[in-house]
């Protein structure tokens, strides 16, 4: 009873720090803006990671999650590994491992580094944690 306590008090854990460029932070910001109506619950999750991320120099991004990166990523409930390349909507090809930023799963990588976890909200209301294992351009 005292852990669920203890768990209930903590609250949500805290997300990550994030960092994206200037130029793709405006882009992503569009994209949510302009998706809200067909993708909410994603539109909305991309919005808000666009609005707390830390805007970035070009030359301060080496190893971050940003559009167009090779990411491998742990999935923390199965341990498996994948590795992916990130891009927007109209490249996604999930056969070639193009996943879109407008997944969950892209939403919640952008502007991560490596050895950077973060936990979000799947569609079907559970919790998912990820681990960034590497990040390449």
Known sequence: ??????????GPPALPPIKIAEGECRRLSSLANSTMDLFPRVAQFLARE????????????????????????????????REIV??????????????????????????????QRIEFETPDKRTRGLTVLAVSE
């Open 1 to 10: 009873m005292r852990k669920l306590e203890a768990e209930i008090q903590q």
């Open 50 to 81: 666009v609005e707390r991320a830390t805007v970035a120099q070009e030359d301060d991004l080496r190893g971050v999650v940003r559009m167009g990166s090779k990411v491998t990523y742990r999935d923390d409930r199965s341990g498996a590994s």
């Open 86 to 115: 990130l891009v927007y909507p109209h490249e996604a090809n999930i056969e070639l491992n193009r996943i879109s930023i407008l997944t969950p799963v892209g939403a919640a990588l952008i502007g991560l580094s490596e050895g």
